[in-house]
């Protein structure tokens, strides 16, 4: 019986002594886990102003960069509801320079290029070709083809292309480009846009 008690009471201190170890580890867990939503929220937080005050100077930059260079959106305004056979710039030039009283106008004409558009895109990548290498960004040597004939890097469109663009042109051909229902209009001067603006406002109120 004292050899079972002694053996009982060696048990209880032991289990005892495990429970402590127990609650010492989901303490120290706990203790982790708090400090890790503590980190984690820190981290949250310097992420969000970091990312605020990044958005905050690149808008700055972009404000500055436009007041530094000049774009196309303060001179140009697209004027809409134009037919698809409506190509000739010349009328169309015309048409707005009364309308909008302005001389200086000039237009370009928004085509539907959708059933040539892989050609395009090719003739697109030529030009911007020669223009890369007219400022430097590769050597010529770099630029893709060479003439046959000559032997020499050919940069840009070939004299059969620039014919082939002005085809698609032309009114007069079968199968020319057709107008995609609008017009860019280019004023000289920002003010010019704003009083094209004005006008259109005025005129198209009840």
Request: charged share 25%; hydrophobic share 40%; net charge negative.
């Given at each position: 019986?004292?050899?079972r008690?002694?053996?009982?009471g060696q048990?209880?201190?032991r289990?005892c002594s495990?429970r402590?170890q127990?609650d010492d580890?989901?303490a120290?867990?706990?203790?982790?886990?708090?400090r890790c939503?503590?980190?984690?929220l820190?981290?949250?937080?310097?992420?969000l102003?970091?990312?605020?005050?990044?958005?905050?100077?690149?808008?700055?930059?972009?404000?500055?960069?436009?007041q530094?260079?000049p774009?196309?959106?303060e001179?140009?305004?697209?004027v809409?509801g134009?037919p698809p056979e409506?190509t000739d710039?010349?009328?169309i030039?015309?048409f707005?320079?009364?309308?909008?009283g302005s001389?200086?106008?000039?237009?370009?004409?928004?085509y539907?290029f959708r059933?040539r558009?892989?050609?395009?895109?090719e003739?697109?990548?030529k030009?911007l070709v020669?223009?890369?290498?007219?400022?430097?960004?590769?050597?010529?040597e770099l630029?893709?083809?060479s003439d046959?004939?000559?032997?020499?890097?050919e940069?840009?469109?070939?004299?059969?292309e620039?014919?082939?663009v002005?085809?698609?042109?032309d009114?007069?051909?079968?199968?020319?480009?057709?107008?995609a229902?609008?017009v860019?209009v280019v004023?000289p001067?920002n003010y010019?846009?704003?009083?094209?603006?004005?006008k259109?406002?005025a005129a198209?109120?009840?």
């Amino acid at each position: 019986t004292r050899a079972r008690d002694v053996l009982m009471g060696q048990d209880t201190l032991r289990f005892c002594s495990l429970r402590n170890q127990k609650d010492d580890l989901g303490a120290a867990v706990r203790e982790f886990a708090n400090r890790c939503e503590l980190g984690y929220l820190v981290l949250w937080l310097l992420a969000l102003i970091m990312s605020l005050a990044f958005a905050f100077r690149q808008k700055r930059v972009a404000a500055a960069f436009h007041q530094r260079h000049p774009n196309l959106a303060e001179f140009v305004l697209n004027v809409e509801g134009f037919p698809p056979e409506a190509t000739d710039e010349g009328r169309i030039r015309s048409f707005l320079r009364d309308n909008f009283g302005s001389e200086a106008l000039e237009v370009s004409v928004c085509y539907d290029f959708r059933s040539r558009r892989e050609r395009v895109h090719e003739l697109l990548d030529k030009i911007l070709v020669q223009e890369d290498v007219y400022a430097g960004t590769y050597d010529t040597e770099l630029a893709g083809h060479s003439d046959l004939v000559m032997g020499t890097p050919e940069l840009g469109l070939t004299e059969e292309e620039k014919m082939e663009v002005r085809s698609w042109l032309d009114p007069t051909i079968s199968g020319c480009l057709r107008n995609a229902g609008s017009v860019f209009v280019v004023l000289p001067h920002n003010y010019d846009l704003q009083l094209a603006r004005r006008k259109l406002d005025a005129a198209f109120q009840p």
